[in-house]
């Protein structure tokens, strides 16, 4: 899966399936990110990474932090936060030096059964001018099925194999 937006247009397409859809949603991120949660109920796993202020996104739901030292992601040396909330841990991978940015990113859910993990690797990371507009800019495959956003099955982070672990009375 492949998910675009230019400012204007989301495209979501399905490179094996050979099926996009498309909705116009002209904004920011952060408002294309509530339209996909609030209208049409679709989780953007990762989402909260590309907000204007991802620290207010992450930090009122953490209960426990832990520096866990360096570690080098690609080449490049990078810090290491882990976070704990109620319901998911998460940790980032952050480069050191004078313009900081993220390398990686992983969502763990430990109150699914087997704890699935969900990552995101971050690879030449660009901000501000240095960014070229098209770069946004996804082309639908002539013959690819159309698709109205209600027939796009349900995307999640958590595949329907995994169930919510359930804790016996009494057992940790």
């Known amino acids: 899966m492949e998910l675009s937006f230019d400012g204007k247009t989301v495209t979501l397409l399905g490179k094996n399936s050979n099926m996009a859809a498309q909705v ?6 952060d408002q294309l990110v509530d339209v996909l ?4 109920h679709r989780p953007v796993p990762g ?3 590309l907000m204007s202020d991802p620290y207010k996104e992450w930090m009122p739901e953490v209960t426990d932090i832990k520096d866990l030292g360096s570690g080098v992601i690609r080449g490049v040396e990078c810090d290491h936060p882990a976070f704990r909330t109620r319901d998911v841990d998460w940790q980032i991978w952050i480069a050191q030096g004078p313009k900081p940015y993220p390398c990686r990113y992983v969502i763990t859910s430990p109150k699914v059964e087997g704890s699935p993990e969900y990552s995101i690797d971050i690879r030449d990371w660009k901000t501000g ?24 099955q349900e995307l999640s982070d958590i595949p329907a194999v ?4 359930v804790k016996e009375k009494g057992k940790p």
């Open 129 to 152: 001018a240095a960014v070229a507009a098209d770069s946004f800019k996804l082309e639908v495959p002539a013959g690819a099925k159309k698709l109205t956003p209600d027939q796009v």
């Open 24 to 29: 116009e949603a002209a904004g920011t991120i």
């Open 47 to 49: 989402a909260d990474l």
């Open 37 to 40: 949660r609030d209208k049409y």
């Open 162 to 165: 995994f169930k919510a672990a």
